[in-house]
């Protein structure tokens, strides 16, 4: 791959190439992908949108759940973004509830081009036990995990700071080597600093 880590990041590429319901369905394992996960109504579409800077990439809903696919976007023909389906809501059927929870650890465990998982938390809640289950699950199978606590802007700055310092000190106890940050889609909060990382884990050799 060439060197381009001192390249500025560009998402304005970010198209919609495929959205598959089964690993079969992937597209080709090669070049990078960094993939987004998150509780339903976590912020993760909004969180996507941010970051690409295309608003109507990733559908923002108030409806959660609703996200049922692996979704790929391509930034080139060696960079992807991928949106996972959204975890945690209640009224999932518990048949595809039994799909993701194989599905999603099979993608982790198997996915070469996987450099960095993206896990989107509400920062008002902070990590929540499907949450934990992703970071156990991608421990020693995916490079980097990187935490966003977004909506942001609905904490006061101590309380959001509080919230950080928290989620950083189980990840130190539990979860060696992820990181966190915080985040706010509608306050602009973190989005360059999350811009710089995806752009940099999408491009390092
Ligand atoms: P997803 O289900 O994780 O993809 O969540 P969405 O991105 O669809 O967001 C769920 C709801 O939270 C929507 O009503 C968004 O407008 C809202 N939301 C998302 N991010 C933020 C944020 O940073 N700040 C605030 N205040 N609201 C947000």
New binding site residues.
């Given amino acids: 791959m060439e060197n381009n880590k001192s390249e500025e990041p560009d998402f304005s590429t970010a198209n919609f190439l495929l959205a598959a319901h089964e690993l079969r369905h992937l597209p080709e394992d090669s070049g990078a992908e960094v993939a987004f996960v998150?509780?339903?109504?976590?912020?993760?579409?909004?969180?996507?949108?941010?970051i690409t800077g295309k608003k109507g990439l990733?559908?923002?809903?108030?409806s959660?759940?609703?996200?049922r696919e692996i979704v790929f976007f391509t930034l080139d023909a060696e960079k992807r973004l991928v949106?996972l389906p959204?975890y945690g809501y209640a009224k999932t059927p518990k048949s595809l509830q039994q799909h993701w929870g194989h599905t999603l650890p099979e993608y982790l465990a198997t996915r070469r081009s996987l450099r960095a998982l993206i896990i989107?938390a509400d920062a008002r809640h902070g990590l929540k036990d499907s949450d934990r289950d992703i970071l156990a699950w991608s421990s020693n199978v995916v490079p980097i995990r990187h935490l966003l606590l977004?909506?942001?802007?609905?904490l006061s700055r101590s309380k959001a700071a509080r919230s950080l310092e928290v989620v950083d000190a189980e990840l130190q106890r539990d979860f060696a080597g992820a990181s966190a940050q915080l985040?706010?889609?509608?306050?602009n909060?973190g989005v360059q600093l999350a811009r710089n990382t995806v752009w940099r884990w999408l491009t390092e050799d």
Avoid at 150 to 154: G, L, M, R, V
Wanted: hydrophobic share 25%; charged share 30%.
């Fill in positions: 998150g509780r339903s109504n976590a912020g993760k579409s909004s969180a996507l949108n941010r990733a559908r923002t809903s108030k959660p759940g609703r996200t949106d959204g989107v977004t909506k942001a802007d609905k985040f706010s889609a509608t306050a909060t």
